[in-house]
């Protein structure tokens, strides 16, 4: 987390950076409209998996919402290179993904590679209350 | 075999000798020995029909009697547990009564003619002056007896026992020679009915096999679609859903109709979603968390989810939970999911008011892990016969103009399936229909 003056962000509250890795194009930029119009969120849109540790290396965003199913490298390879990466190891990682239910996503003790994740689709609140809960402190 | 009746028993001074019959009395006992090995052949054919073992039985015993002239008549089988035992079939009483005697079971060595018969391999025994027994082994007369070896290829499987205890009608060679060729009928019948009986069960099972096998296959095809379709869908919808929100927060709030539009949307997605989490159940991710659980009180929580339309329907609740049940492994989350679906049919069947009964109950087999049951029972109209065998079917449903998607009731077989249960669904005698859960029991029945 850093010191933000961007757009959304009136009252100078840190900035919370958010990088998300998704194929495709037009859900990413509408999370990215939607979290940087609710103020206090800058985000970084990766749309391929084998660009996802560059942009998180160079980024280095407090929180990473990762698609699963991606037509050249999928999430769980990704998190593999995240996590054998010194500068990327520690970022959070949430899984955002097509093929589950609300229904696991709601029970606190379900995982995917350790991991917490969402389901599409999901809402601006939701989105926000889950980097809430899991951005790094 | 005919040259017994030949031969007459001539009891002097108590002493049993044999002898020629004359010609007028051979030629007499001759034309009845015909007759009765006709009668024989008839009962044959007659015992032939018999649509199960038990009925073989009860009818050789019935028919025996009354066409072969024997007197008592009765049916033992080598018990094949341990073969030193017989265990009863059927009988005829004192007063003549045919009934059942499965519960009766005596070694084999305790009477002498069967003995003999197992010692020599021989086909029959006839002894005179014999103690006669009641049920119950107290001796009711003396008199004389036949027991006829059942064969099944060279082993004995049963035995043949007639005696004269009633009409006193003395036993002779020629009754000993229809008792055999009765006890051989019997034997070839009873193994035919005996192999026909293991093939209905076989035929049975394999057709439970093979409609489970359908079922598994048309569940894993809609699981394979699933997270497929799943992904595909998904993704569009999360896009709308997100462009919804953006569009909200930029709809003044003042334009109501823009407002309702919006919110028409989001129940669209809503809907769409809910479509694709039903058919997720049956993918891959979706995982049983198992816990240890007490079935009635997963129940109560699940009524209270669908209290509204409880009320709604004045539907009236009869619980009977059965004390304190073992508890069962189960995926909470998935079972409320059962419950859930299994008490918005019943209330579905009952939108004029009814009782949805509700019952829990376990069963301790000896030596096997229990059985924890759910029984649901609504006053509807019951299920029509032409659709009971398919309301497991994915995407068959009666209601698809309000909304059915079908893959209710298959998402809760599959879940039972999975947490190695069960469920079924009939019709109740009365009115209505009911619903069977099965669940495997954490604990073991009495040894």
């Known amino acids: 987390m850093r010191k933000g003056n961007g757009a959304g962000d009136p009252d100078n509250q840190e900035t919370i950076n958010v990088l998300i890795v998704d194929d495709e194009k037009n859900f990413t930029d509408m999370v990215k409209m939607n979290l940087e119009a609710a103020g206090g969120y800058a985000l970084k849109v990766e749309n391929t998996g084998k660009n996802a540790l560059a942009a998180a290396k160079k980024f280095k965003p407090d929180l990473i919402l990762l698609d699963i199913i991606m037509p050249d490298v999928d999430g769980g390879t990704v998190l593999f290179e995240l996590q054998n990466e010194k500068t990327t190891k520690d970022i959070p990682v949430v899984f955002l993904t097509a093929i589950v239910n609300e229904r696991d996503t709601s029970r606190i003790d379900y995982r995917i590679s350790g991991r917490p994740f969402l389901a599409k689709p999901v809402t601006t609140s939701q989105l926000i209350e889950c980097i809430k809960r899991n951005i790094r402190r | 075999m005919l040259c017994r009746a030949t031969k007459r028993v001539i009891s002097i001074r108590g002493r049993s000798i044999i002898r020629p019959i004359k010609d007028s009395a051979l030629h007499m006992k001759k034309a009845e020995f015909e007759d009765r090995l006709e009668r024989l052949h008839e009962l044959g054919n007659e015992l032939s029909l018999a649509k199960s073992v038990e009925g073989l039985c009860r009818s050789a015993v019935r028919l025996g009697r009354k066409r072969l002239g024997f007197d008592r008549l009765s049916t033992w089988f080598v018990d094949q547990a341990d073969k030193d035992f017989i265990i009863g079939s059927f009988g005829v009483d004192e007063k003549g009564r045919v009934r059942q005697e499965t519960g009766e079971r005596v070694a084999i060595d305790e009477d002498p003619a069967m003995r003999q018969i197992r010692l020599n391999r021989a086909r029959s025994v006839l002894r005179h002056g014999v103690p006669l027994r009641d049920d119950s082994g107290a ?92 992904h595909e869908v998904k993704n569009p919808l999360a896009i709308m859903l997100q462009g919804i929100d953006y569009l909200s927060r930029n709809t003044e709030k003042r334009n109501e109709k823009a407002a309702m539009t919006l919110k028409r949307m989001r129940g669209a997605v809503k809907k769409a979603n809910g479509i694709i989490n039903g058919l997720l159940d049956f993918s891959v991710f979706a995982e049983l968390k198992l816990t240890t659980r007490d079935l009635s009180s997963v129940i109560k929580s699940s009524l209270v989810l669908v209290k509204h ?90 209601r698809r103009s309000s909304g059915g998607t079908g893959l209710g009731l298959t998402i809760a077989k599959n879940i039972m399936d999975r947490h190695g249960g069960s469920i079924k669904i009939e019709n109740v005698t009365r009115r209505g229909a009911k619903v069977t859960l099965k669940f495997k029991s954490t604990i073991e029945g009495r040894r």
């Open chain 2, 139 to 230: 001796v009711v007369g003396r008199g004389s007896h036949i027991i006829a070896a059942i064969w099944n290829g060279k082993e004995v499987i049963g035995y043949i026992c007639t005696d004269n205890l009633l009409r006193k009608r003395p036993l002779a060679g020629e009754d000993r020679e229809i008792a055999e060729f009765f006890a051989s009928t019997f034997g070839h019948l009873y193994s035919l009915k005996k192999a026909e009986e293991s093939l209905r069960a076989a035929y049975n099972k394999l057709e439970g096999v093979q409609e489970q096998l359908i079922q598994s296959a048309k569940a894993e095809v809609v699981g394979t679609l699933a997270s497929g379709v799943a």
């Open chain 2, 309 to 398: 339309e409880i009320d709604r329907n004045r539907i009236k609740i009869t619980e009977d939970f059965g004390g304190e049940l073992p508890p069962v492994r189960i995926d909470r989350g998935r079972i409320e999911q059962v419950l859930v679906n299994v008490f918005l049919n019943a209330i579905d069947q009952m939108p004029k008011g009814g009782i949805l009964t509700i019952r829990t109950y376990a069963v301790h087999p000896p030596k096997n892990r229990g059985t924890v049951v759910a029984e649901i029972k609504d006053t509807g109209p019951g299920i029509a016969k032409n659709i009971l065998d398919r309301v497991f079917d994915p995407f068959f449903t009666t």
